[in-house]
């Protein structure tokens, strides 16, 4: 079991399904991202540059898209918490995984044109 895997696997079932819908989201809009553990939680890179983390915690999933995934889309990431560079996604509510694809998509397109 990959160090990702073996992350996933801690959680309850529930979340574990979601945190592998977005990792599968994350591997199919970025299928040359590189994927290892960063900071204690999955995190993706292009171009040897940062593209997004996801983590679980006890009542919502983390998401962090650096702080211009986040400018981007603010005004649909409006209702949900938010930190510099980061968003909480309550698992209370659906999570909004079209959502997280369109900022992968534009994070991809980001990180291909710093270079």
Do not use: C, D, W
């Amino acid at each position: 079991m990959g160090k990702i895997e073996e992350y996933i696997s801690k959680f309850p079932k529930e979340v574990q399904l979601h945190l592998q819908e977005i990792r599968t989201i994350i591997k199919k809009t970025a299928p040359m991202a590189t994927e290892q553990m960063a900071y204690g939680m999955p995190g993706y890179k292009t171009n040897g540059k940062p593209l997004v983390y996801f983590a679980a915690y006890k009542s919502h999933i983390g998401f962090y898209a650096t702080p211009s995934g986040h400018e981007t889309f603010q005004k649909e990431l409006s209702k949900y918490k938010q930190g510099k560079g980061s968003v909480q996604f309550p698992l209370n509510q659906p999570i909004p995984f079209e959502l997280i694809e369109q900022i992968v998509r534009f994070r991809v397109e980001e990180n291909a044109n710093l270079n």
